[in-house]
């Protein structure tokens, strides 16, 4: 007995709206985004005018410059695997609820319980680490363009709240240029990283080597004493230089949680997904390479623990200087709206499915489609997860900040995880939809699950010596507090899970009716 899904007098059934209802939803959201405001918001929330300027300064610690020229390209390929897999499940299932609905459909509801929190634990630090980084170079452009302004942690935190409060409000009031907004991004983060690019090849008087740039190898971690060669180096600290690869192109899981309002979003929402991360691979790794050349002063660099403004500082004219944070700070902005976009979605979807305390509240949409309570209800949670950047770390190093980048890392890739593994579990038993890998999945789905696997280890460890318990000079604020926000919240939602939500969380709770043919 075939079912088939009713249509509303609200929403004409068209082909998207028929797919959407046959997974179990009604069209709530609306369905205006086009292919390319799809690829645009996942190639916004990877951001190299983001990730690139940010977290730079954990390559070049962790091994150096051969961690961002041929560590940028080698990890870039294995997220483009893990991007491959996704594309194929999000062509499959294209709802809001993207990673977890997949891990719900394809498992047990246990795999969407656990899928959901870790996708949006994840989410609420990618939205979080993004504008802590965009208000430290707002921090750093008003230093200076005024002399008054002092730059510091304090009023890098009340700017970073600034910047959140404002990523909401545009969320929730600009519903009609939303989509606009990430196209216009999209242009942006290319013009504007073409324009970096060619500031750094033509204004600095030197440039650095080619030797320099791809065999030259650091160790500021203060792990293995500096050395560069031996086993603590290869294995322990250059892996955690990856980071900057691994943090800069994520997010892209947006394309499926934007899926609802993206006109034929089977092949749309797939194709967005792994070409942002492919252009996103190839601008960055241009962008990152002018970098290193033009970090002549590695003195400098290196006194400024990493930062990347200590290069474009101490290589480029005030005038050129400025142009450039003030580039990287506007991209930064776009970046985070997108995130909130894509952290709201999901938040709204989870709840639709009653898996958030208060869902009846988060899954409220108003008359214009955009779900008010979940945008605000998430930006409050990226809020508290940032409150210990409040607190000067001794390491020398912006901790608190890498910490909540290893939070966005583990949850979102942890997340990917269960779904991938699903997949290849599934076998021939999943119906693919009109992207797929055919036989390929089964290659490339192992080799997403062991990448994952791997980073998940890596970036719960220690960043610093410091923060390594037993330790001389061991302090809480050097602490990688990553483990224990993702370990605290899978010990919350575990217990939860066994104590209660097992005998009424059932996974996606269907919002259409059925009738029988």
């Known amino acids: ?50 990730g690139c300027f940010t977290t730079f300064g954990q390559a070049w610690n962790n091994g150096g410059p051969v961690a961002i020229s041929w560590g940028w390209p080698l990890i870039s390929l294995f997220i483009l ?33 656990f899928t959901g929190w870790l996708n949006l634990i994840g989410l609420v630090a990618v939205t979080a680490s993004v504008d802590y980084g ?31 409060v404002l990523h ?33 090849i033509f204004v600095p008087d030197n440039h650095q080597s080619f030797q320099f ?6 160790n500021n971690s203060g792990f293995g004493d500096g050395d ?31 899926s609802e309002e993206t006109r034929g979003a089977s092949q749309a929402a797939a194709r967005g997904l792994w070409q942002s991360i492919f252009y996103s691979a190839v601008g960055g790794w241009i ?64 709840s639709r499915d009653r898996a958030v305390p208060g869902w009846r509240l988060w899954s409220k949409v108003d008359r214009n489609g955009t779900p008010v309570n979940a945008i605000i209800g998430a930006t409050l949670a990226g809020l508290v997860l940032t409150l210990p950047a409040l607190y000067e770390s001794s390491a020398g190093i912006p901790v608190a900040f890498y910490a909540v980048v290893s939070v966005a890392v583990l949850g979102l890739y942890l997340s990917f995880l269960i779904p991938i593994a699903l997949r290849l579990r599934m076998g021939d038993r999943f119906v693919p939809g009109p992207w797929t890998l055919g ?50 919240v899978l010990l919350v939602v575990a217990v939860w899970w066994y104590a209660s939500a097992r005998r009424w969380f059932t996974g996606p709770v269907r919002t259409v009716e059925e009738r029988s043919d």
């Open 134 to 164: 965009c208000a430290t170079f707002l921090n750093l452009t008003l230093s200076a363009l005024f002399d008054g302004w002092a730059g510091t942690l304090r009023q890098a935190f009340v700017l970073f709240v600034i910047i959140l």
């Open 1 to 50: 007995m075939a079912t088939t899904p009713v249509p509303t007098a609200e929403q004409p059934m068209d082909d998207d709206a028929r797919r959407l209802a046959e997974l179990g939803y009604k069209q709530e959201l609306r369905r205006k985004w086009s292919g390319f405001s799809n690829f645009a918001i996942s190639f916004s929330i990877i951001s190299i005018l983001a």
């Open 439 to 488: 036989r390929k999945y089964k290659l490339l789905g192992w080799i997403a699950v062991i990448e994952i696997a791997v980073i998940a280890v890596y970036f719960v460890l220690p960043i610093v010596p410091a923060g390594v318990p037993g330790n001389d000079g061991f302090t809480w604020s050097a602490v990688n507090y990553a483990p224990l926000a993702v370990g605290g």
């Open 81 to 113: 695997i893990i991007g491959f897999c996704m594309a194929e499940l999000v062509s499959a299932y294209p709802t809001a609820g993207g990673i977890y609905w997949w891990a719900a459909t394809m498992g047990r509801p246990v795999h969407g319980w």
């Open 213 to 218: 740039v791809f065999t030259e190898r650091f």
């Open 228 to 258: 560069v060669g031996g086993l603590t180096f290869w294995f322990y600290v250059l892996p955690l230089g990856f980071l900057l690869t691994q943090y800069t192109i994520t997010g892209f899981d947006a394309c499926a949680h934007v």
């Open 287 to 350: 962008l990152l390479l002018a970098f290193l050349f033009a970090a002549t002063d590695v003195e400098a660099v290196n006194a400024a623990g990493g930062f990347s403004g200590a290069i474009f500082e101490s290589a480029l004219t005030p005038v050129f200087f400025k142009i450039v944070i003030i580039i990287s700070t506007i991209g930064q902005f776009f970046c985070g709206m997108s995130c909130v976009t894509s952290m709201s979605r999901m938040a709204y979807a989870f």
């Open 168 to 200: 909401g409000l545009i969320n929730i009031f600009g519903h009609r240029i939303i989509d606009v907004l990430q196209n216009v991004s999209v242009w942006w983060h290319v013009a504007g990283a073409a324009v970096v690019v060619a500031i750094l």
